[in-house]
Every structure is written in C-alpha cells, then in structure tokens.
C-alpha cells in the first residue's frame, strides 16, 4: 500500500462540473501539499494545509487529520484546469522535511 | 518576490559535455532543494540545502553536483550524464518555521529545467 494515496488516478469531466479528488495518507505530520502540474510544465504549489479547509477562487481543499484524509475540490471546473493533480505529505527527514508525493490524478476538462 | 525561478528553461546536451542548472529565490528562505521529475512520475529529491550547507544527499549519483553560493542560489553542476538522466528537474525553497526555528514543511517550486542528454 502507498504512504499516500490518491483517487481516482484518471478523471474526465466536462466543462462547468464540480471535481473532487481525494487524498489518503499514512505517513508524516498533520499537514498536506496540493500541487498542479500542466502538461510539460513545472509545478504549482495550490495549497499547504494543517486543519479545516482553504479556499483560492475555484479550488477548496480540506483536510480531516483524524482521518488522514484530504479532498481538493474544484467548482465550476474549466478546459484550463486540465492538470494533473498531487498531494504530498510532509514527513521529518533530520532538520528539513521531506515530501511524500501521491501518484497524482489527471484531470481533463472537456469543453 | 515570492517565486523560484530557475534557468535555463530547457537544456541539451551531450554526454561528455559540462552544464548547470540555475535556481534563485529572494523570499529569504534558508532551505532549498532540488528535485528529479521522470515523465509520468512524481518528484524524486535529489538534494536538500540547509543554510547553505549540505543536508540530504539521496544517494545521488557524482555526475550531479549540487553547490549553494549563498543564502539565494542554488546550482546544479552536470556532467558526463548519460541518456536515462533526462527528466524535469525541479527546485523548491522552504521559508523557516518561527516556533521551531527549523525548515518549515512549505515548499515552494519553480517551474523546473527540462534536460535532455543525448
């Protein structure tokens, strides 16, 4: 089993509809990374969070610590969405801390 | 400023050839890292910098060579790559954490060098 688990791994969805891609980790502190990649491009930090949920335009992300378990929703969705989506877990590494990445989920938004 | 960047955006190059790999942030953080991206795959750390010193090598291999000129730059110097060594190479910074006086678990990324050796 992964240390961090993400699904669903593929999504289509047509334009205007509400995603949801979930996050299960097993590892590391209370906290989780969302994270955008667009095709062939780098890698966007959408959200760091330790509780409760966050909120950026169209993106919420919540984080249920109990449960390890984190959501990233996504309202409204959009062509330009299309991404592929991953959550990293934070755990201890010495001094510093070191990601735990999700294998990632890949949204097409269709027009 | 609150971004990394990093150059070249695209790099190719030969097997026997000498290149580096460019990354600066002005945001004040203190710990930097360099990451490896394989097409399809998530990140793979490479190498992280703590105060401009050396703190995690994931047993990289000596044909990549990490240096931290200062408290804002960080390089990666290559040389005698082979073939299976192209990938998207990545670099984040983390700000400090104020209550634990260490690395804090944000990382922030650049938008990443995209290598290719031939």
């Known amino acids: 089993k992964n240390e961090v688990e993400q699904s669903p791994q593929n999504l289509t969805a047509q334009e205007g509809e509400f995603i949801t891609i979930n996050c299960s980790y097993s590892?590391?502190?209370?906290?989780l990374h969302w994270l955008q990649q667009h095709p062939g491009g780098g890698i966007v930090s959408l959200f760091m969070l330790s509780s409760g949920k966050k909120k950026h335009g169209r993106l919420i992300a919540t984080i249920n610590i109990q449960e390890k378990h984190s959501s990233l929703h996504i309202t409204a969705s959009h062509p330009r969405d299309s991404a592929v989506y991953i959550c990293?877990?934070?755990?201890?590494?010495?001094?510093?801390?070191?990601?735990?990445f999700g294998k990632g989920t890949l949204l097409t938004v269709n027009p | 400023d609150t971004e990394v960047t990093q150059t070249p955006k695209h790099l190719v190059m030969g097997m026997t050839n000498k290149k580096s790999l460019k990354c600066e942030q002005h945001m004040g953080h203190r710990a930097m890292y360099w990451y490896k991206q394989k097409a399809k795959k998530p990140p793979e750390l490479m190498f992280v910098?703590?105060?401009?010193?050396?703190?995690i090598n994931e047993s990289v291999p000596s044909r990549f060579s990490p240096e931290c000129p200062n408290s804002s730059l960080l390089n990666l110097h290559l040389h005698a790559l082979q073939p299976e060594d192209s990938a998207l190479y990545l670099c984040?910074?983390?700000?400090?954490?104020?209550?634990?006086?260490?690395?804090?678990?944000?990382?922030?990324f650049g938008p990443g060098t995209r290598l290719t050796v031939t």
């Open positions: 910098y703590s105060y401009e010193k050396l703190s």
């Open positions: 990293a877990a934070p755990r201890s590494g010495g001094s510093n801390y070191k990601l735990t």
């Open positions: 590892v590391g502190i209370s906290a």
């Open positions: 984040a910074s983390s700000p400090r954490d104020r209550m634990f006086g260490r690395a804090s678990y944000e990382q922030y």
